[in-house]
T-cell receptor, first 111, second 116 residues
Framework: GNSVTQMEGPVTLSEEAFLTINCTYT??????LFWYVQYPGEGLQLLLK?????DKGSNKGFEATYRKETTSFHLEKGSVQVSDSAVYFC??????????FGGGTRVLVKP | EPEVTQTPSHQVTQMGQEVILRCVPI?????FYWYRQILGQKVEFLVS????????KSEIFDDQFSVERPDGSNFTLKIRSTKLEDSAMYFC??????????????FGDGTRLSIL
């Protein structure tokens, strides 16, 4: 079946540091890939997406590239802010319309 | 921006009791979903719903669970006889279409269900 694996947290960074969260997936067919973010006390918000190989999704300074050859969709941001502290979820959508999520990675950015 | 709203934000229920979690999807959306997240675990798909019937359900979604769209705006998840292991955060989501990643799912803030 489909699965998503992402690095465990928490990831603790200083402001303006570079952030990478690794995500790899297993899926049949050609899934679409997503990053969702959950800020404290809030629901899941779509951060970015990519629908086919080599697509790059980007939003709010975050980027992720759909790498079919390595079945990966790593999330990166060049300079994090305190307001980026949240839990980040990698997810895929394959055949059908349900999302399969990774376990989430908590990121804490300190001033 | 339109939002998916869920009520209540926290529900505490005695084991064996029935519970109904409520969701108001975004008004022009046609596909509706429930997911749950047990504390410390992954967000898991429960069920999808379109055109007044279940499109897909997971193995978690057994006979104790049911969904309903009782009117034009609400989408509910009912757990008939709650168990301790039903304690989780339950998320409702909706999307315009079910077959297009360019119309992604929008999530509510969740209902935390605690079974005592």
């Amino acid at each position: 079946g489909n699965s998503v694996t992402q690095m465990e947290g928490p990831v603790t960074l200083s402001e303006e540091a570079f952030l990478t969260i690794n995500c790899t997936y297993t899926a049949t067919g050609y899934p679409s890939l997503f990053w969702y973010v959950q800020y404290p006390g809030e629901g899941l918000q779509l951060l970015l997406k990519a629908t086919k190989a080599d697509d790059k999704g980007s939003n709010k300074g975050f980027e992720a590239t759909y790498r079919k050859e390595t079945t990966s969709f790593h999330l990166e941001k060049g300079s994090v802010q305190v307001s980026d502290s949240a839990v980040y979820f990698c997810a895929l959508e394959a055949a059908g319309n349900k999302l399969t999520f990774g376990g989430g990675t908590r990121v804490l950015v300190k001033p | 921006e339109p939002e998916v709203t869920q009520t209540p934000s926290h529900q505490v229920t005695q084991m064996g009791q029935e519970v109904i979690l409520r969701c108001v999807p975004i008004s022009n959306h046609l596909y509706f979903y429930w997911y749950r997240q047990i504390l410390g675990q992954k967000v898991e798909f429960l069920v999808s719903f379109y055109n007044n019937e279940i499109s897909e359900k997971s193995e978690i979604f057994d006979d104790q669970f049911s969904v309903e769209r009782p009117d034009g705006s609400n989408f509910t998840l009912k757990i008939r006889s709650t168990k301790l292991e039903d304690s989780a955060m339950y998320f409702c989501a909706s999307s315009v279409r079910g077959d297009s990643p360019n119309q992604p799912q929008h999530f509510g803030d969740g209902t935390r269900l605690s079974i005592l």
